[in-house]
C-alpha cells in the first residue's frame, strides 16, 4: 500500500466509524479502534489534560487495559512531571504536531523512567505516538489521541499519516466535547444564583479579578472568593472559563446588571 493509499484508507475509516454513530451517541470509542488498526497500535486512547487541574484517561481501547493504566486519572503536574508527552504538551499547547515520546527523549531514558516501568508490564506501551489537536476555544487543556505499541516504535511515515488524520481527529474531538455539554445541560436543573452571586458572575465576565471585584463592591477579597467558590459549586464548574461556558449555556449571563 502506497503512502497516499495508507492516509486515504486511515482518514476514510476514523471518520466513517464515527459518522456511523446514531446521533447523540459517543464517537470516541468506534473511532479509536478504527484509529488503533490503522497503526498496528496495541493500545490507543482519548487524553484530556487540563493545564491547572486534572489528567483523564476518558476511553481507552481494548477494554481489559483501562483499569491498568498508571496516569488514568492524577493531577496534570503530577503526570507532567512524570510524563515527557504530556510535559510536552501542556507547555506546547499551540503547536498541536503529532510527536513520538523517542522525539522528546531517548529510548532508553523513557523505558527505564518510573511512568515507563510502570506501563511496559500494565499497558505494553513501550511506544508511544501523540496526535494533539487544537485546543478547543473557552476551554483551558490539552487534547490528545495516543496510540501504543509494545515492540515497535512509530516511524516518519506513522507521523505523516499521523499529521494527516489530525484534522478528523480534531473535528471528532469538539463533536465529542459539545455532545457531552448538551447532555449534561438537559440533564442537570438550572442552579439559582444569589443577587449577589449573579453580579459576582457578570464582573468576572466583565474580566475583573476577585481583588478587582472586591474594590467594586467595597467587600473583602474573601467574602468575593466565598461568593466564586458558590457560583463554582452550582454551575458544577472548576475554573472561570467553564463556569462562564456553563452560564451562558443557562442564559445566566445578560447585559443587563
Same mark, same amino acid.
Given at each position: 500500500?502506497?503512502?497516499?493509499?495508507?492516509?486515504?484508507?486511515?482518514?476514510? @475509516?476514523? $471518520?466513517?466509524?464515527?459518522?456511523s454513530e446514531p446521533p447523540g451517541a459517543p464517537l470516541l470509542r468506534p473511532a479509536l479502534v478504527e484509529l488503533g488498526r490503522a497503526f498496528g497500535a496495541d493500545a490507543v486512547g482519548y487524553y484530556v489534560h487540563e493545564w491547572q487541574g486534572w489528567t483523564t484517561?476518558?476511553?481507552?481501547? =481494548?477494554?481489559?487495559?483501562? =483499569?491498568?493504566?498508571?496516569? $488514568?486519572?492524577?493531577?496534570? %503536574?503530577? %503526570?507532567?512531571?512524570?510524563? =515527557?508527552?504530556?510535559?510536552? #504538551?501542556?507547555?506546547?499547547?499551540?503547536?498541536?504536531?503529532?510527536?513520538?515520546?523517542?522525539?522528546?527523549?531517548?529510548? &532508553?531514558? +523513557?523505558?527505564?523512567?518510573?511512568?515507563?516501568?510502570?506501563?511496559?508490564? @500494565? +499497558?505494553?506501551?513501550?511506544?508511544?505516538?501523540?496526535?494533539?489537536?487544537?485546543?478547543?476555544?473557552?476551554?483551558?487543556?490539552?487534547?490528545? +489521541?495516543?496510540?501504543?505499541? #509494545?515492540?515497535?516504535?512509530?516511524? =516518519?511515515?506513522?507521523?505523516?499519516?499521523?499529521?494527516? #488524520? %489530525?484534522?478528523?481527529?480534531? $473535528?471528532?474531538?469538539?463533536?465529542?466535547? +459539545?455532545?457531552?455539554?448538551?447532555?449534561?445541560?438537559?440533564?442537570?436543573?438550572?442552579?439559582?444564583?444569589?443577587? &449577589?452571586?449573579?453580579?459576582?458572575?457578570?464582573?468576572?465576565? @466583565?474580566? #475583573?479579578?476577585?481583588?478587582?471585584i472586591a474594590a467594586r463592591l467595597l467587600v473583602s477579597p474573601r467574602t468575593i472568593h466565598k461568593h466564586i467558590e458558590r457560583i463554582y459549586r452550582k454551575l458544577e464548574a472548576h475554573d472561570r472559563n467553564t463556569a462562564l461556558i456553563a452560564a451562558r449555556e443557562?442564559?445566566?449571563?445578560? $447585559?443587563?446588571?
Open positions: 500500500m502506497t503512502r497516499v493509499d495508507r492516509v486515504s484508507q486511515a482518514i476514510s @475509516d476514523v $471518520a466513517v466509524a464515527a459518522l484517561a476518558v476511553s481507552i481501547a =481494548p477494554d481489559d487495559v483501562w =483499569p491498568r493504566v498508571p496516569n $488514568a486519572h492524577m493531577p496534570t %503536574a503530577l %503526570a507532567a512531571a512524570l510524563h =515527557p508527552g504530556i510535559r510536552h #504538551l501542556v507547555t506546547h499547547p499551540a503547536v498541536p504536531v503529532p510527536f513520538t515520546i523517542t522525539d522528546l527523549v531517548s529510548e &532508553r531514558a +523513557w523505558l527505564s523512567s518510573e511512568l515507563g516501568t510502570l506501563m511496559r508490564p @500494565d +499497558w505494553g506501551r513501550n511506544y508511544q505516538l501523540a496526535i494533539p489537536v487544537p485546543p478547543i476555544p473557552g476551554t483551558a487543556e490539552s487534547r490528545v +489521541w495516543v496510540l501504543g505499541r #509494545l515492540d515497535q516504535d512509530f516511524t =516518519p511515515n506513522d507521523r505523516l499519516v499521523a499529521s494527516a #488524520l %489530525a484534522p478528523v481527529l480534531a $473535528a471528532i474531538a469538539r463533536q465529542e466535547l +459539545w455532545r457531552d455539554r448538551r447532555l449534561a445541560s438537559h440533564a442537570r436543573p438550572v442552579s439559582t444564583l444569589t443577587d &449577589r452571586e449573579s453580579l459576582v458572575l457578570h464582573l468576572l465576565d @466583565d474580566g #475583573l479579578t476577585p481583588q478587582g443557562r442564559s445566566l449571563l445578560t $447585559a443587563e446588571r
